[in-house]
């Protein structure tokens, strides 16, 4: 069982940046790959980005190309999502999730990760 904690979301200026973490519980971090999705108001869960459990290998959806960075630091059991040049259409909640370990199916996909954080909240507005 994987348990996960995303921090670091808030309120940002368009064209700010901010850095969301995720923390796991457990000893398997390193096994498992990790993504970030988000959800508007109203709208289906969306794939933001991903990366594999090796770090080998990183995933973006179109819209945050070139904005957005995921990484990961095992040692510390964490996955970061940095957001550059925010726009209002991120806001969202953003949820951190993980697949199985040593998966390497579909990263775009909800159905990839079985365990996913409680989310948080981020909003871009002036």
């Known amino acids: 069982q994987v348990q996960l904690v995303e921090s670091g979301g808030g309120l940002v200026q368009p064209g700010g940046s901010l850095r969301l973490s995720c923390t796991a519980s457990g000893r398997t971090f390193s096994r498992h790959p990790m993504a970030w999705f988000r959800q508007a108001p109203g709208k289906e869960r969306e794939f933001v980005a991903a990366?594999?459990?090796?770090?080998?290998?990183?995933y973006y959806g179109d819209s945050v190309k070139g904005r957005f960075t995921i990484s990961r630091d095992n040692a510390k059991n964490t996955v970061y999502l940095q957001m550059n040049s925010l726009k209002p259409e991120d806001t969202a909640v953003y949820y951190c999730?993980?697949?199985?370990?040593?998966?390497?199916?579909?990263?775009?996909?909800?159905?990839?990760?079985?365990?996913w954080g409680q989310g948080t909240q981020v909003t871009v507005s002036s």
């Open positions: 990366i594999s459990w090796s770090g080998g290998s990183t």
């Open positions: 999730a993980a697949g199985d370990q040593y998966c390497s199916g579909n990263y775009y996909a909800t159905k990839s990760y079985r365990y």
